[in-house]
C-alpha cells in the first residue's frame, strides 16, 4: 500500500478539475493506492506540507459531476519556479521530506510550460537520488502551446468559449446601418491557437472573423488598414480577431495618465484607438479577458471528457507501466470520425518550450488561417456537458469561501 | 383585412427576437391581420420603406425557435429620434405614406427609453391629424430602467450572463496564495438594475461580490479604499462589482498617449490603476462589454419567454382592444411563486424617463444591496432555454451575412 498526491498549477481553464478527477478515480482502481492527496496551491502545498485527502472532499458522483464543470482549480494554483538543484537543492528535500512523510510513492502535477519544468527538474533530481518516486506531468493550457502533444485539456473549451461569444458579438455589430469595426482581443501570448480557433464559425457558415492576427505573422499598422480597407468594400461590419501578443507598437507609445503613470492597456484598446483614428468610423474593442479560461457555462464537453480521461491515463502510467519523467499527451489518429490516443513523452521534450500555430495554415495575406486550421479545431469544441443549475445559477464545487 | 409592422430599435438584447416572434405569432391568431411587415433598422425601415414580409422569413416551427434564442435584433436598428412635428411634420408624413401605403394599421415598437419617444410622438401625430394607425411600444433593455414595467424583457437574461460570469471570474480569482482585489465592470450608464442583480450569487451560498457601487449612491475614491480595507480583513481575493455609470474622477483624469489623444477607458480600467497605485497587491478589472447585451447561449428563458408573450400583449392590445399610445407592461403579481401580469400603460408616463434603482434597496454603507433586492431579482432569470448546436456552436437565426 502506498499513496499518491496529485497538484494543479499555473493559470486556470475549465478543464484542470476534469483532469483531477480522472487522477482520483483512476487511483480507486488500484487496491495498492490508499489515499489520494491534493497539495494546495501546487508545488507550493507539497513544499509547506499542505495537503487535504481527496476522498474526504469528493464523496459522491455529485461532487465528481459538479466537479467536472467547474473552472479553474478546486486546489488552488501557484506560478512556483523550483531553483536549480544542482546549485540549491533545499527545495528538492523539503518536497522529499513531505512525500516521505505521507507515504507519496507518485506525484502527479497538471500544469502547463512551467509545471512541466517543476516534474522534469524532480524526475532528474529523485532519479540522481535514488528515490523511488514517480512524476508525472498531465497537461492543461488554454493556449495550446505544449510541445509533442496534438492539443492540451482546457484548450477546446476555451475555443468553444470565444466561437460562441464572438457570434454574438457579430450579431450585436450587425444592428445599425452605419459601418463599423469591431476589434476582438484573445489570450495568447506567444502562440496564436486561440485566436485562430475563431474561425470556427466558418463550419456554420459565417464569414466572420473577417481578419484573424497571430503573433506568428508580422504585424503591421499599414497593413491591418490595408486589410480593413479590403474587407469593408464587402462587409458593412468587419470583424477583427486580434491576439494579445501580436508585436505592435503599444509597448513603445508610453500611454501615460494625468499623474504620469504609465497606463497599460491591452492590444484591442491600443487598435481601436489607432483605427478610429484613420478610418473616422464607428470603432470598438472588445477584451475576452479570464472569461475565455474559466467559461464552464458553455465548456466543450469533448475537452472535459478528454481532460478527465488524460488525468486517468497518467496514474495508470505511474502504476501499472511503473514510468515516471513522463508528460501524458493526446495523438490524433483522425480527423473525421475524430479519434485521439493517449501517449506518454519524455518530459525534457515539453518542458519550457513553446509550440506555434504552424506557418502553413496561414494564408498568403497573413491574416486568415486555412481549412487544415478549421479541419484541426472543429473536433475540439464538440459537444456540451450537462450544467447542474440552482437559482438560475450554475452550480459550482466549491472548497473555499 | 389590414396588415401591421413591427420594428426594433436601440441596443441589443438577448430577448428582442423573442419579443418580435411574439408579435409575428399572435398576428396569426387574427384573421383580419393579412401580412406581419418587419421594418428594417427600426423606425429608419418605415421612413424608407425598407419593409420585409416576416412570413417569408420565419417560416418553420424551427425558425421560430432559433429566432428566440438568437441575440440581437434580426431587423437590424437605430439610433434614430423623430423631430418635433411641431416644428418640422415632414418624417411624420414619410412614415404616414409608407404605412398607408402598405395598408399598415398597426404599428409595433421594440425598445427602450427613446424608442417610447417616437411611440408617443407618432401616437400624438396621428391622433391630432385623425390617422387611424395604432401604436404600441414593446419594452426592452438590458438596463432595466423604463419606468412604469416591473422589469424589461432582456434584463432577466442580462443579469443571468453576468452572474454566470461573475462566478466563472470569482473561482478565477481564487486560485493563488496571494491577495488579490478583481473589479468588473458592468453596463448601466445611469442606473444599476445591472449591476445590483450580482447580489444574485448569494442565493448559493456565494458572498462575493463583495463590494457593489451604483450610479444612484455617492461614490468616492476615499470611501473605496475603506471598503476594500476591511473586505480584506476577510477575504483574500476581494470582488468588486462597479456600474459603468458610477461618478468618479477618470473623465476628468485626461488620460492621453504619447500622441497626445484622449484615451478613452471605461470605469473599471481607471478604478484598477488607482487601488493598485493605492495598495501595491494584485488587481486587476474585467469589463463584460457588450457579451452582456447579447449572451443568448446563457439567457434566463423567463426572460425569453416574458418577451414572447408582452409582443402578442401588444398584438391583442392594438387589435382586440383597439388602443393605442400605450407601452406594454409587466406588473408583479408575487415573488414566490413568481407570478407576473401584463398591463397597458399610457406611453407618455414613460417615454425620455428613467427609472432609477431604488434607494432603501442599498445598504446602509452604500457598498451593496438588500435581500428585498436579491428576492426582487431572482425570479428573472430562473430557467435555461434548448439551444440548438451544430459543429460545437450555437446556431443562429440570420438573415444577413
Known sequence: MFNIAVAQSGGPTAAINASLCGVFEAAQKYSEISTVYGALNGIEGILYDR???????????????????????????????????????????????????????????????????????????????????????????????????????????????????????????????????????????????????????????????????????????????????????????????????IDCVRSKSGITDAFGHTYLSGVGKYL???????????????????????????????????????????VDEAVSRNNTGMMMTFARISNNPYRVGIVPVDVHKSANKARFFPKEWINEEGNNVTIDALNYFLPLIQGEPAIEFQNGIPVHFRLDQ
Chains 1, 2 share one sequence.
Open 272 to 314: 481601436e484607438n489607432i483605427v478610429r483614428d484613420h478610418f473616422g468610423c464607428k470603432v470598438r474593442s472588445i477584451e475576452l479577458n479570464v472569461m475565455q479560461r474559466c467559461g464552464s457555462h458553455i465548456a466543450s464537453l469533448t475537452d472535459l471528457e478528454e481532460a478527465r480521461r488524460i488525468g486517468g491515463a497518467a
Open 51 to 245: 495537503l487535504t485527502d481527496l476522498s474526504q472532499i469528493i464523496t459522491t458522483e455529485h461532487d465528481k459531476n459538479l466537479l467536472m464543470t467547474t473552472p479553474s482549480t478546486v486546489l488552488g494554483s501557484c506560478r512556483y519556479k523550483l531553483k536549480d538543484f544542482g546549485e540549491d537543492d533545499s527545495e528538492y528535500k523539503k518536497i522529499t521530506e513531505t512525500l516521505n512523510k505521507h507515504d507519496i510513492k507518485a506525484f502527479f502535477y497538471i500544469g502547463g510550460n512551467d509545471s512541466m519544468d517543476t516534474v522534469m527538474k524532480l524526475d532528474d533530481y529523485f532519479r540522481e537520488n535514488n528515490i523511488d518516486i514517480k512524476v508525472i506531468g498531465i497537461p492543461k493550457t488554454i493556449d495550446n502551446d505544449l510541445p509533442e502533444t496534438d492539443h492540451t485539456p482546457g484548450f477546446g473549451s476555451a475555443a468553444k468559449y470565444v466561437a460562441t461569444s464572438l457570434q454574438e458579438i457579430i450579431r450585436d455589430s450587425r444592428v445599425y446601418s452605419i459601418p463599423s469595426i469591431t476589434i476582438v482581443e484573445i489570450m495568447g501570448r506567444e502562440a496564436g491557437w486561440l485566436t485562430a480557433s475563431s474561425c470556427v464559425l466558418r463550419a456554420n457558415g459565417e464569414p466572420a472573423p473577417h481578419l484573424i492576427y497571430l503573433p506568428e505573422c508580422e504585424f503591421s499598422e499599414k497593413k491591418l488598414y490595408h486589410d480593413i480597407e479590403k474587407a469593408q468594400k464587402q462587409y458593412k461590419a468587419v470583424i477583427i480577431a486580434v491576439s494579445e501578443g
